[in-house]
T-cell receptor, first 110, second 110 residues
Framework: EAQVTQNPRYLITVTGKKLTVTCSQNMNHEYMSWYRQDPGLGLRQIYYSMNVEVTDKGDVPEGYKVSRKEKRNFPLILESPSPNQTSLYFC?????????FGPGTRLTVT | ELKVEQNPLFLSMQEGKNYTIYCNYSTTSDRLYWYRQDPGKSLESLFVLLSNGAVKQEGRLMASLDTKARLSTLHITAAVHDLSATYFCADGGGADGLTFGKGTHLIIQP
């Protein structure tokens, strides 16, 4: 089954404790991206990657890092999480016009 | 600044009624997406509109795109309770990813 998977789905952590949210797709898509969703703001793009070893900032990249060492994986790294990064995070991949979204990761930073 | 503006942001309507959600966008990508999101869930792709005058229909939902006016509409015909959800429009889909509207929270009451 074609899908985008994310782990963990839920995470509660404390300020400053480094964490990684993984994203994997099995569709051989070149393009992958991360979004965060906050109430009343819709989804905003954090980072995107057009292919292996090619990443670029989206609209809200501050406080996040990404890497793309393999085509299928695009982890989101929070080196020092802060409470304002409490949000719902979505990974997406695409080939052409169609975008495929992962199930989401709900992150709470206390 | 690239913008996607949806209205209304909140809509409560009765079953059996018709209504339209509007989406104005400011980019020149002319590629417009509609998604549905249920509480706690990921985004479900409804429509991808790729050209001026494009019209797509699925069940009680119909989406259209006017690239000259930079306007897309999502029309709901004879609403039923199962259509209660939050609906997002987004434009882009190229290298820069998607720019989302803030979403329309739709409640359909019996």
């Amino acid at each position: 089954e074609a899908q985008v998977t994310q782990n963990p789905r839920y995470l509660i952590t404390v300020t400053g404790k480094k964490l990684t949210v993984t994203c994997s797709q099995n569709m051989n898509h070149e393009y992958m991206s991360w979004y965060r969703q906050d109430p009343g703001l819709g989804l905003r793009q954090i980072y995107y990657s057009m292919n292996v070893e090619v990443t670029d900032k989206g609209d809200v990249p501050e406080g996040y890092k990404v890497s793309r060492k393999e085509k299928r994986n695009f982890p989101l790294i929070l080196e020092s999480p802060s409470p304002n990064q409490t949000s719902l995070y979505f990974c997406a991949s695409s080939l052409g016009a169609e975008q495929y979204f992962g199930p989401g990761t709900r992150l709470t930073v206390t | 600044e690239l913008k996607v503006e949806q209205n209304p942001l909140f809509l409560s309507m009765q079953e059996g009624k018709n209504y339209t959600i509007y989406c104005n966008y400011s980019t020149t990508s002319d590629r417009l997406y509609w998604y549905r999101q249920d509480p706690g869930k990921s985004l479900e792709s409804l429509f991808v509109l790729l050209s001026n005058g494009a019209v797509k229909q699925e069940g009680r939902l119909m989406a259209s795109l006017d690239t000259k006016a930079r306007l897309s509409t999502l029309h709901i015909t004879a609403a039923v309770h199962d259509l209660s959800a939050t609906y997002f429009c987004a434009d882009g889909g190229g290298a820069d990813g998607l720019t989302f509207g803030k979403g329309t929270h739709l409640i359909i009451q019996p």
